[in-house]
């Protein structure tokens, strides 16, 4: 094989996976086995001394698994990475290494309702807590971070406005705390967004949604960059010092960059059991070999869209970064190079109620809590995903009660629009 380095639409397809070498079966198959045959015992002794790299039980990895894990890592252009069961599992696979009580993250006020609610609440259960800021103001990121502080967290596009996180500049200011940087690049997916290219140390995934593509499976994925140096300061004992959960190895200094990676399969997965079935992995395989041509279509459909909801008088007003009217439109060119996304919020007149017959008028659209599926999918945030919020809350996180959130799939485009035509027409009629 050629030095060449493989683009983004060969790795798609062909990143993580060869034939089978026991059938020469083309596609992944599925590993559909919980343990594998060790060769003898000192085999067996060298897997679980992480001397040898190879398959013990799916709990920790699997064959299938692990090809999805090595296709997205090298999406991500990271240097590891693993799978789990969902994207919310995927965040605490994240913070689990970096965090013991007592422990904070600073993250950023512009959230998934269900990441909001982990933060601010779950979490607090293992002792850790969350500062939630306004990303645009620097100074506040800043200032959030103290002694205890282990990791930033933001999502590239956040849920549901349509924002841009400023990734450089947040990535400094990680830097210079000596702290990891964690971004969710779920609503972008690594076609439009490369965190790592912007200074991130891990990439937070709800495989769910655009990388699987379709609705049909939850999963998620964790990311490492490989580059951050756990070792620099005494703030992450469980990758610089010997680790008491597993005999006493220091995870850094055995495996430099696959550190994250290893103790997230050999402690995390191994003990909190968070594990992405082979199943389904399948299914995000076979939607993973269509992304960029997928979220190509996506931004095509949500740049029309957006255009023709923003000229329309029955509408207040419309978030998506994409546009021009956007104060989040010069980032675009710079954090997502291949497009805004497809998911924003429109604000309508007439408020809550008129939302709501809107919603309830919608033939195409489905209503739905998902996002990143071909099929276009609205709800109102308000009264749903963002209804454990308070009322400011849910103002910072841009789910105010006249807005409904759109996650534009790839239909036609013109079908998209006459739905939310008959649809505007009935909510204010
Ligand atoms: C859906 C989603 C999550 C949670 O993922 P699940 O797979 O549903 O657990 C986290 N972050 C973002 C941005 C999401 O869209």
């Known amino acids: 094989m050629s030095d060449r380095p493989q683009a983004f639409d060969t790795l798609q397809i062909h990143g993580g996976a060869a034939p089978d070498p026991a059938t020469g079966a083309r596609q992944v198959p599925i590993y559909q086995s919980t343990a594998f045959v060790f060769q003898d015992a000192d085999h067996a002794a060298r897997l679980f001394n992480l001397q040898e790299v190879g398959y013990i039980y799916s709990?920790?990895?699997?064959p299938t698994v692990a090809a999805l894990a090595e296709r997205i890592t090298?999406?991500?252009?990271?240097?590891?990475?693993?799978?789990?069961s969902s994207g919310h599992a995927a965040q605490i696979m994240a913070f689990f290494p970096l965090m013991m009580p007592g422990c904070n993250i600073v993250a950023s006020t512009r959230l998934y309702g269900g990441t909001y609610t982990q933060l601010t609440q779950t979490i607090k259960r293992f002792g850790w807590s969350a500062k939630l800021v306004d990303f645009d103001d620097l100074d506040a990121v800043k200032a959030a971070i103290d002694d205890d502080t282990r990791a930033i967290f933001c999502e590239s596009i956040a849920n549901p406005g349509g924002y841009i996180t400023d990734l450089d500049a947040i990535a400094?200011?990680?830097?210079?705390?000596?702290?990891?940087?964690?971004?969710d690049n779920t609503s972008a997916s690594p076609y439009l967004c490369k965190p790592i290219d912007h200074g991130a140390t891990l990439v937070v995934h709800s495989t769910t949604k655009y990388l699987t593509g379709n609705g049909t499976v939850t999963g998620g994925a964790?990311?490492?960059?490989?580059?951050?140096?756990w070792s620099a300061n005494d703030k992450f004992p469980s990758l610089s010092q010997p680790e008491p959960a597993y005999h006493g190895l220091t995870f850094h200094?055995?495996?430099?960059?696959?550190?994250f990676t290893f103790h997230s399969i050999a402690v995390g997965l191994r003990d909190l059991g968070m594990t992405m079935n082979p199943q389904g992995a399948h299914y995000t395989l076979m939607g993973i070999e269509t992304l960029s041509l997928r979220m190509q279509k996506h931004v095509e459909n949500a740049v029309k869209v957006a255009k023709w909801l923003e000229a329309d008088d029955r509408i207040e007003s419309v978030t998506y970064a994409g546009l021009e009217s956007s104060p989040y439109f010069d980032r675009v060119a710079r954090i997502c190079p291949n497009g805004a996304g497809a998911l924003f919020t429109f604000a309508i007149k007439g408020g809550y109620d008129n939302c709501v017959k809107l919603i309830n008028s919608v033939e195409l659209f489905s209503h739905v809590a998902n996002l990143g599926d071909a099929r276009s999918l609205i709800i109102h945030s308000a009264s749903t995903t963002h209804r454990q919020l308070t009322d400011e809350q849910r103002q910072?996180?841009?789910a105010l009660p006249n807005v409904v959130r759109v996650s534009i799939g790839i239909e036609d485009?013109?079908?998209?629009?006459?739905?939310l035509d008959q649809a505007l027409t009935k909510a204010l009629a």
Not at 59 to 62: A, E, V
Not at 222 to 229: A, L, N, Q
Not at 253 to 259: N, Q
């Open 396 to 398: 910072a996180a841009g």
């Open 222 to 229: 964790v990311i490492d960059s490989g580059k951050f140096d």
């Open 74 to 84: 090298h999406l991500e252009g990271g240097a590891g990475g693993i799978c789990c």
């Open 413 to 419: 485009a013109d079908d998209i629009i006459a739905d």
């Open 172 to 183: 400094k200011i990680a830097d210079d705390a000596g702290i990891p940087l964690i971004v």
């Open 59 to 62: 709990r920790l990895t699997n």
């Open 253 to 259: 200094e055995v495996l430099g960059p696959m550190a």
